[in-house]
């Protein structure tokens, strides 16, 4: 009598057995892709309800300019304290020291910060606006001929005679006033006053207070452990190499295909 594996297999029930854990691989599969799409939604979600404040980083430069950054930034609790981070990349949040003030935030909602360095702090600064009124050339000035400069001094000495306190000049005199006054009025239309207005940011005072609570709750987070936190990551792991044994399995019992994904 010929020894038969199947025949063996089918009276332990294994063959049973692969099927029902085939069932179970499959739809442990398909869970996973959904909660992975769950997961991505409620994440962009967070992201989006958390980080909602513009924040616009001012970056020194090594050649004295500077460069600027848009970005966004967002207000989270952790034990007990209130922090402010501000994204620099997908995945890095920088916190900041102190959190913003609020009066100092434009008609957007936006804060400003200054970085000397990527490694320094972000420092709050105020945004003002200076008004410096300049000269500039008229670019629609038209300098008048040398006959219609003659037509406007003449009329320069005619109102000049009304006067009474000229009527003792003589018309070389009230000629030499009329041509000055000409040439006055000219410098003036060959240039036009402009208000030019220019960016100031200045670091602005924080809160002392906040300041401190932050740094003795950055100390305890240094000194201490977490314990739930850690017990969480022990269960975390756990499941996950469940999950991970069950895909192993599932890929084994199919010969390295995948039915889900190749049918």
Do not use: C, H
Not at 32 to 50: C, S
Not at 78 to 89: A, D, N, P
Not at 176 to 197: A, G
Request: aromatic share 12%.
């Amino acid at each position: 009598m010929a020894f038969d594996v199947n025949d063996v297999a089918g009276s332990l029930g294994l063959s049973n057995i692969k099927g029902q854990v085939y069932d179970i691989a499959y739809w442990i599969i398909w869970g996973l892709v959904i909660m992975g799409i769950l997961l991505f939604i409620y994440l962009k979600y967070q992201d989006r309800k958390i980080y909602k404040y513009p924040v616009r980083i001012l970056r020194q430069r090594n050649n004295g300019q500077v460069k600027e950054t848009n970005t966004f930034g967002g207000y989270i609790k952790s034990s007990g304290i209130t922090k402010f981070l501000v994204k620099q990349g997908r995945f890095k949040k920088k916190p900041t020291e102190k959190l913003p003030l609020s009066e100092f935030m434009d008609e957007d909602e936006r804060i400003y910060y200054y970085q000397i360095s990527p490694d320094a702090p972000l420092v709050q600064v105020k945004r003002d606006f200076i008004v410096e009124k300049v000269l500039v050339p008229n670019e629609y000035f038209v300098e008048p001929s040398e006959s219609e400069k003659l037509d406007i001094i003449k009329n320069y000495m005619d109102q000049i005679r009304l006067y009474e306190e000229y009527k003792d000049k003589s018309d070389e005199e009230i000629k030499l006033i009329s041509i000055n006054i000409l040439e006055e009025n000219l410098d003036n239309e060959r240039n036009k006053q402009i208000d030019v207005t220019k960016l100031k940011y200045s670091p602005v005072p924080t809160d002392q207070k906040q300041s401190t609570m932050l740094e003795l709750a950055n100390l305890r987070n240094t000194l201490g452990v977490d314990v739930n936190k850690q017990f969480a990551y022990f269960v975390i792991g756990v499941i996950a190499l469940i999950i991970l044994g069950a895909v192993i399995f599932y890929i084994a019992v199919n010969k390295g295909d995948i039915p889900i994904l190749t049918k």
